[in-house]
């Protein structure tokens, strides 16, 4: 028991320090550095940003919940089958094969329904990531380019490494996402694990 929680221990500390500490420091950085390039356009891309922190966290909401069901389906199944072995005797008894085998098999469809709807939504964070940086980088280029038309201080060749520093920003960004996925997925799946091992024990030691 204590080597199962030494190893998720270690893996959520390590995703933690990733996506929580590691990615969001790194995109601080390089907006400081944009800050310092312009002003006027960092801010709008602040501005645009929280529409795709929006539909990333409506996805991430939507892993947690998912994660969540299929832990809980997969209790079901075990529980299922750790009553059908104990009671073989009840279950040939009442000739209840039928019915043991049609719940079983409603359940791992519910299982396998929510884990393949769950895997679409993981493969699907990354894409959308991407879209929504490509789709970002193309309004900014468009209104980048109207200040540098205006000719109100704001260089070509500053707008240009404005975009390569934007540019970098959309991989942590990507991992960044992609962290917090996993970690809902994995919370999900410690709390199940911790909920069976903290389960006070039927049989006493005499």
């Known amino acids: 028991v204590t080597g199962v929680r030494r190893v998720l221990f270690r893996s959520a500390v390590l995703n933690l320090f990733k996506a929580v500490i590691k990615d969001p420091i790194t995109i601080l950085v390089y907006f400081v550095m944009l800050f310092l390039l312009s002003a006027e356009l960092t801010l709008f891309t602040l501005i645009v940003l929280p529409v795709t922190g929006a539909v990333l966290a409506k996805i991430v909401n939507s892993l947690k919940r ?35 085998m049609g719940r079983l098999e409603d359940e791992a469809n519910h299982y396998r329904k929510v884990n393949k709807s769950m895997g679409y939504q993981n493969e699907m964070a990354g894409p959308v990531s991407e879209i929504l940086g490509v789709a970002i980088v193309a309004i900014i280029i468009y209104f980048g380019g109207s200040l540098v038309l205006e000719g109100g201080g704001f ?36 709390r199940r694990i911790f909920s069976l091992v903290d389960m006070p024990s039927e049989i006493n030691d005499r």
């Open 155 to 190: 260089k070509p060749s500053e707008f240009i490494g404005f975009l390569a520093l934007f540019t970098m920003i959309i991989q942590p960004a990507k991992s960044f996402s992609n962290g917090i996925t996993q970690m809902q997925k994995g919370t999900a799946s410690a």
């Open 66 to 100: 998912q994660a969540t069901l299929s832990q809980e389906s997969l209790g079901r199944m075990v529980n299922i089958l750790e009553e059908t072995f104990g009671g073989m005797r009840v279950v040939k008894a009442f000739n209840a094969r039928k019915f043991i």
